[in-house]
C-alpha cells in the first residue's frame, strides 16, 4: 500500500527559514501551528511513524518549492498543556506571535513539527501530487492550507532512506546515523527524466531489477548524483542527463563508501577486475 504524504502551505519567509535550520541541523524540529485540523495526516503518522511533506508557499501559483520529514503532529492544542508547550519550543522565532491563540485570529486546530526541510532543486505542480482520499490530482487551483497525499515515487524520508547510512559496512543496530546525500537525487521530476535518458539498468553493473524481479519491479531503481552534495552550492539548478546516473542499492551503497564517493567508471572496473 502506498504511504500517505501531506501538502500543506507555508509563509515563504518561514520555508526558508526552516531550511536555513536545517541547513544547520537536518534533525532539528521545528513546529509550525494550523487554523485546520490535520485529522487523516495524524492518522496516517500515527500507523507510517514518520511521514513526507510537500510545501508550497502561501500565494504562489500552485508550485511544491519544498519537502521535509514530518515528525508530530498535535490535535486541538491546548498552549497549558506540557507537550503542547514542548511542541512549541521547537516552534521558529518569527512564528510565536502569529496570533492563533486568542481574539487576534482563528483557532490553533494543529501543530504540525518537521525536520529535514530543504527547498527542491527542481520545484513541480501540486497537480502532479494524487489525494490520498479518491486518487485524484490536487487541483491547480486548490486554495486549501493542507490535504493528506500519496508519496511520490521518488521520494523518502531523509531519517530513513537506506542509502543514507553513513559507513553502511560499520554500523550497529540503534546507533545508525543518516547524512542527507539525496536531498537533490529525490526530486521526482528529475530522477524520472534521469531515468528516461539511461534507462533503468544500473550504470555500474547493469543489473535489471525487472529481468530479475518480473513486472513488480520494472523500473525500479536508484539514482545517483555525480557531485558530492558537499560540492553543490546554495541554488545549484541540477541537470539530470548530467548529474544523476541509474544505479542499483548496492552499487549505490558501494559508491558511498567512500568520501568523496567512487566514480562511475572506478566502481565498474573493481567490478571487472572480479570476474
Not at 52 to 64: E, F, T
Not at 122 to 149: C, E, H, M, N, W
Not at 205 to 228: E, M, R
Request: aromatic share 8%; net charge neutral; glycine share 6%.
Amino acid at each position: 500500500m502506498q504511504r500517505i504524504a501531506v501538502f500543506a502551505r507555508n509563509h515563504a519567509q518561514y520555508l526558508v527559514s526552516a531550511c536555513a535550520v536545517s541547513d544547520v541541523d537536518p534533525s532539528r524540529l521545528i513546529t509550525f501551528r494550523s487554523a485546520v485540523r490535520w485529522t487523516r495526516a495524524k492518522q496516517a503518522l500515527d500507523e507510517q511513524k514518520i511521514a513526507q511533506v510537500y510545501l508550497a508557499p502561501i500565494g504562489s501559483r500552485g508550485i511544491v518549492e519544498y519537502e521535509a520529514t514530518l515528525k508530530a503532529i498535535v490535535l486541538n492544542p491546548d498552549a497549558r498543556d506540557a507537550d503542547v508547550a514542548k511542541a512549541l519550543d521547537h516552534a521558529l522565532p518569527e512564528t510565536t506571535g502569529e496570533g492563533l491563540w486568542g481574539k487576534d485570529g482563528p483557532e490553533v486546530k494543529t501543530l504540525y513539527t518537521i525536520s529535514h526541510c530543504r527547498s527542491l532543486a527542481l520545484p513541480f505542480p501540486i497537480t502532479l501530487l494524487q489525494k490520498a482520499s479518491d486518487g485524484q490530482p490536487v487541483s491547480k487551483d486548490y486554495g486549501y492550507s493542507y490535504v493528506p497525499v500519496l508519496e511520490l515515487d521518488g521520494f523518502a524520508s531523509a531519517d530513513s532512506h537506506p542509502e543514507e547510512i553513513a559507513q553502511p559496512s560499520l554500523y550497529f543496530e540503534g546507533a545508525t546515523r543518516t547524512i542527507a546525500i539525496n536531498a537533490y537525487e529525490r526530486n521526482a521530476a528529475a530522477r524520472e527524466a534521469c531515468v528516461a535518458h539511461y534507462g533503468a539498468n544500473c550504470a555500474v553493473c547493469g543489473f535489471n531489477f525487472g529481468d530479475t524481479y518480473g513486472k513488480i519491479a520494472n523500473g525500479f531503481i536508484h539514482v545517483h548524483h555525480l557531485i558530492p552534495l558537499a560540492s553543490v552550492k546554495k541554488g545549484y539548478q541540477i541537470n539530470p542527463i548530467k548529474d544523476l546516473r541509474p544505479v542499483c542499492p548496492n552499487c549505490h551503497a558501494v559508491l558511498h563508501m567512500q568520501t568523496p564517493p567512487f566514480a562511475i567508471q572506478e566502481l565498474t572496473a573493481i567490478i571487472k577486475a572480479k570476474v
